[in-house]
């Protein structure tokens, strides 16, 4: 449902995420030099590292791990280049290489309205026993994409789909049929449109703004991109009815025409 004239210039009135306390710097675990304040990882990439990955503290499934996305203290993948965010790509794929039981649902949480709970940019791994039931009810479904193309390379394409349930609501997917973002280049690329989006929405809202993005490996394997520039409410949450204040070919015009 597409309900435009509610809002002004892009930006305006978007949530922010906070700027970093100096608790925050101090006390941050995933900052080099303070990797015994995390458990033992279970993977290191890079030598000194450059992506490490850490059994999750409070885990809510059986196996939950955290990819610390840099040694250094960004708070968002919109600060990553290309190369760190092929590292943490690789991170992903050689996780469940190593543990291929059970469904990996693999996603990132950015600032504390998407669920953030530590700033310094990651990604969490979590191991399901099957396919969440998100990803076995699109299982017929091909994601659509020729509606609103923002950026494609390398057979990489993220688009806004006209059904777009929240303004900038995105999926980025291989070109064609793919049920494998565990081997190959093809999900670097895929993360590295994700930072690049990141960054227009950054741009557009004039700073740092909440975000959820998660992979749906299905027998089409696609990212999700879900800004969290609006509060779910009653008729989103019970409902599941979104209404959609920003219609998406204007969203995507927006973004075409801001640098990444
Ligand atoms: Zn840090
Ligand atoms: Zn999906």
Known sequence: MIAPGRAGRPGAGWPRVDEPTAEELVNCPFCVGREDRTPPETLRVGDPWRVRVVPNLYPAFERQEVVV?????????????????????????????DEPEGYLHALINEGK??????????????????????????RELAPVLDDEVVVERDGVVAVLPRAGRVPYEALIAPSGPDSDPWSGGTLATALQLLAGL?????????????????????????????PRLTVLA????????????LPPEEAASQLRETAS
């Open 198 to 226: 990141t960054r227009r929405l950054h741009t557009l809202g004039g700073g740092p703004i909440p975000l959820n993005a998660w992979l749906h490996a299905g027998p089409w394997w696609h990212l999700e991109v879900f």
């Open 69 to 97: 996305h840099a040694p250094e203290h960004v708070r968002t993948i919109a600060e990553l280049d290309d190369d760190q965010l092929a590292l943490v790509a690789e991170a992903w794929q050689r996780r469940r290489h």
């Open 113 to 138: 309205a998407a669920g953030g709970s530590l700033a310094h940019s990651h990604s969490q791994l979590v191991w399901l026993p099957n396919a969440p039931p998100a990803v076995t009810a699109e």
């Open 234 to 245: 009653g008729i989103e949450l019970g409902a599941g009815l979104y209404v959609n204040t």
